[in-house]
């Protein structure tokens, strides 16, 4: 090698070839797994979701009227998966700070695997069949999780006052809100006023909050209401509900890839062992996509 122009060449010539080596190992495992070419795909969720479909043999079908879309749409607010002190200290021996004189305490963080996963292989909604009146849902604690039929219901929440210090740390029901200026703490009103930071004006989007506040037409499911319901939360009015027909009709591709990953796993195959836990991860975000954000593309 005599020069850079020799250094650069050779140095892009690898890269490109070994990319290619990586997207054809890659293309194979996709055609083998799913039949599925990943050159006729614009991106892996796209390529996995079909997977999901082809696999699975479920027909779903889509909601036309716009009245129970709004509904489900409602009902869709992102969640809460973590729960944790801003500021905790431990006293720990191996600490050097450690105090022998007050009671030894650690800290340990604790991690549910296969979140994603886990949720996905119970009963999940297929069709939309009826809006129905609060009169023709059954008593909602006598639905089972594995029931044919199941409902999405539109619901007045309340938090009793003697259950605020049981639920302090995570308040039950989580709500979409824009946060008004006379909830700020004082220190973000600090924040505010700081013109460097914010300009000293107060703007704020929509947040998910976790509040002790009456819920007024909160769309939840019937799962969800059934836990709210066993810790004492108050339905004091049921609007409306959706009545859907459900199935776990997800299972068996999600179980199929987690045995495959384990396979990789003993095998040491790192790349299988990304490529399926991909292949269910990516369906739970593609499931949940927000069509409203897409964006039309036009190349000219």
């Known amino acids: 090698m005599k020069n850079f122009e020799e250094y650069h060449d050779l140095y892009l010539e690898t890269d490109v070839l070994?990319?290619?080596?990586?997207?054809?190992?890659?293309?194979?495992?996709?055609?083998?797994?799913?039949?599925l070419d990943s050159f006729h795909y614009v991106s892996v969720p796209g390529m996995f979701n079909d997977s999901l479909y082809k696999s699975s043999g479920v027909k779903i079908q889509l909601i036309s009227d716009m009245d129970k879309y709004l509904t489900v749409e409602n009902g869709i607010?992102?969640?809460?998966?973590?729960?944790?002190?801003?500021?905790v200290k431990a006293n720990n021996e191996k600490c050097p700070d450690y105090n022998s004189s007050k009671t030894k305490s650690w800290i340990i963080y604790e991690d549910?695997?296969?979140?994603?996963?886990?949720?996905?292989?119970q009963y999940l909604p297929t069709k939309i069949l009826d809006k129905v009146t609060p009169e023709e849902i059954p008593v909602i604690q006598s639905i089972a999780s594995d029931?044919?039929?199941?409902?999405?219901?539109?619901?007045?929440?309340?938090?009793?006052?003697?259950?605020?210090?049981?639920?302090?740390?995570?308040?039950?029901?989580?709500?979409?809100?824009?946060i008004p200026?006379?909830?700020?703490?004082?220190?973000?009103?600090?924040?505010?006023?700081d013109k460097e930071f914010r300009r000293g004006k107060y703007v704020s989007g929509e947040k998910l909050l976790q509040t002790f506040l009456p819920k007024k037409n909160y769309v939840v499911h019937y799962q969800a209401l059934q836990l709210y319901m066993k810790y004492g939360l108050k339905i004091t009015k049921i609007h409306?509900?959706?009545?859907?027909?459900?199935?776990?009709?997800?299972?068996?591709?999600?179980?199929?890839?987690i045995r495959k990953r384990k396979i990789a796993?003993?095998?040491?195959?790192?790349?299988?062992v990304i490529y399926y836990k991909l292949k269910n991860n990516v369906i739970f975000g593609k499931q949940m996509e927000n069509v409203r954000k897409h964006m039309r593309v036009e190349i000219l």
């Open 18 to 35: 070994l990319l290619a080596d990586v997207f054809m190992n890659y293309t194979i495992i996709c055609l083998q797994d799913d039949g």
């Open 77 to 87: 607010r992102g969640g809460m998966t973590i729960v944790s002190h801003r500021y």
């Open 112 to 121: 549910m695997s296969a979140l994603y996963s886990g949720a996905m292989t």
């Open 147 to 178: 029931a044919e039929i199941g409902y999405m219901l539109e619901t007045d929440i309340e938090a009793l006052i003697n259950l605020h210090n049981f639920f302090a740390d995570y308040p039950l029901a989580p709500e979409k809100q824009i």
């Open 181 to 193: 200026e006379n909830w700020l703490s004082l220190y973000n009103e600090r924040l505010v006023r």
């Open 240 to 257: 409306v509900a959706l009545k859907f027909r459900q199935s776990p009709w997800m299972k068996t591709y999600i179980e199929e890839n």
């Open 265 to 272: 796993k003993s095998n040491k195959d790192e790349f299988g």
